[in-house]
């Protein structure tokens, strides 16, 4: 019997909670903001990090994707957990231990420590954000769902540009003489409204059929990852001892058994961490294809310019956060009309997207080839506003072509494999290019490891333009 064939049990109809309020709506956004404003805040504060922890350029990276890998790593895990025991109960738990952690986060003395707190935040996220588009999908009608989706895609944007503005503001109001502290300690208060407003306002919601957690898939996908990072991190500073080579070279072996465990669970009609049948939709097969080197560009870009501007040219944390501005206002405005512009040119778009951000990063290297190093804050504004429109339309597209043709049965399957892709591509950007930089800059200088990171991210623009005119649909009829 194959998997296929198997014999299908009747699924019970979920039972749809009332509309969310206003106010409920915003509490629950606030389990997705506060997870994505905390991969973007602390970019500005890397090197205010560094001169006090007295980190290493790998710790700062650890910094980084730890995070995120955690996050990907549990990501699916906590929403079958929200399924099974109640979305509303695993918000809570989420809520409260993403509090907890990032109070240990902004109290860590040292490098190492902050480093585990940051993997175990990214963890509490993990269980968190799930909940949130769980939450809405099991509330209201069709008309309020299609609404409160539309805030929940904004809220990407909304991050990206608070994000960086308020970790730069507060690194540089140096509050108290807490320095970086605050980018983690401002979520303490927010998480405790945020647990009293969904104590009150949230319903509880859960699945009438929840699918048991893939332990093994988990395990392997988290050393086939931790496989991939720790070498690139830490093994360049080391001088690249054996263990880093062999646990770089096991990568393989690690990804083959997750498929093999994935694969037979499938068969065996259980529901694993990462389904191979997803991958059957051409959709969903080639728009990661795409959107996976896309997210690693974007996480290496953000890792890569707060040391550029803040270590070699000496601006601010407040001054690198503001001159951000240009690139993340135009990205939220481009993702609140990407349903207009989609509804007009089709997936066509992101082929727009695309060249805008390839145009955007060779205006960025020209600013900075001939301004070198005497670089103003608003010196890189028109280069950002290209690059924030063409990713502003780049990223929400992605997503849509990536679920398009997912069946509504296997939405939240499909969900949490982009969800997964994005953020481990995240961390592995970090750990590749952010490692490629640091490795050239003390050889050929900060500029040339610069150039040739925003190189890399223009092939991956241009691979981009082309594969996605093989996109479903993508030309517009």
């Known amino acids: 019997m194959t998997a296929v064939d198997r014999p299908r049990t009747e699924v019970p109809a979920p039972v749809v909670a009332p509309a969310l309020t206003a106010a409920g709506l915003a509490t629950v956004l606030v389990g997705v903001l506060l997870p994505m404003l905390d991969f973007f805040i602390v970019n500005v504060a890397l090197p205010t990090m560094a001169a006090d922890l007295d980190a290493s350029t790998a710790a700062l990276e650890l910094v980084v994707s730890g995070y995120a890998t955690a996050y990907a790593v549990l990501l699916v895990v906590g929403g079958r957990l929200g399924d099974a025991f109640g979305r509303r109960r695993l918000f809570l738990l989420g809520m409260a231990l993403f509090t907890i952690t990032s109070l240990l986060c902004g109290l860590a003395p040292t490098a190492t420590t902050l480093v585990l707190a940051r993997v175990l935040q990214g963890a509490a996220a993990a269980l968190l954000v799930p909940q949130t588009l769980s939450t809405i999908q099991a509330t209201g009608d069709q008309v309020s ?103 770089l070279a096991s990568t393989p072996g690690w990804v083959a058994a997750f498929a093999v465990v994935e694969r037979r669970l499938e068969h065996r009609g259980r529901t694993p961490l990462l389904p191979p049948s997803i991958l059957e939709h051409r959709s969903m097969r080639r728009g990661l294809l795409l959107a996976g080197p896309f997210f690693a560009g974007f996480g290496a870009f953000m890792f890569v310019y707060a040391l550029v501007v803040q270590g070699t040219l000496g601006w601010s944390a407040g001054e690198a956060g503001l001159a951000l501005l240009p690139l993340a206002l135009p990205f939220l405005a481009a993702s609140l009309l990407m349903p207009r512009v989609v509804g007009r040119l089709g997936r066509t778009v992101i082929t727009i997207g695309a060249a805008l951000q390839l145009v955007g990063l060779a205006a960025l290297a020209l600013t900075l080839e001939v301004g070198w190093p005497s670089i103003g804050v608003w010196d890189l504004a028109p280069a950002f506003v290209v690059m924030g429109f063409g990713q502003g339309w780049i990223m929400p597209s992605l997503i849509r072509v990536v679920l398009s043709d997912v069946p509504v049965a296997s939405a939240g399957v499909g969900s949490g494999v982009l969800t997964t892709t994005q953020q481990v591509s995240l961390a592995v950007g970090v750990a590749t290019l952010g490692t490629l930089f640091v490795s050239l800059a003390g050889r050929a200088g900060t500029l040339d490891a610069a150039l040739l990171v925003f190189a890399v991210q223009a092939l991956v623009a241009v691979g981009i333009v082309v594969g996605s005119r093989g996109l479903p649909g993508a030309r517009r009829t």
């Not at 690194?171 to 009150?200: C, E, K, M, Q």
């Open 145 to 247: 769902r299609a609404r409160a989706v539309g805030w929940f895609g904004a809220t990407g944007g909304i991050a990206a540009v608070v994000g960086q503005v308020l970790g730069g503001a507060l690194v540089s109001a140096d509050l108290d003489g807490t320095g970086w502290r605050p980018i983690f300690l401002v979520n303490v208060p927010i998480g405790l409204l945020g647990l009293w407003a969904a104590r009150r306002l949230l319903p509880e919601t859960r699945s009438p059929v929840s699918a048991r957690p893939d332990l093994p898939g988990t395990a392997l996908l988290a050393a086939a990852v931790v496989a991939v990072l720790l070498p690139l991190t830490e093994g360049r500073a080391l001088g690249w001892p054996a263990w880093s080579v062999v646990l």
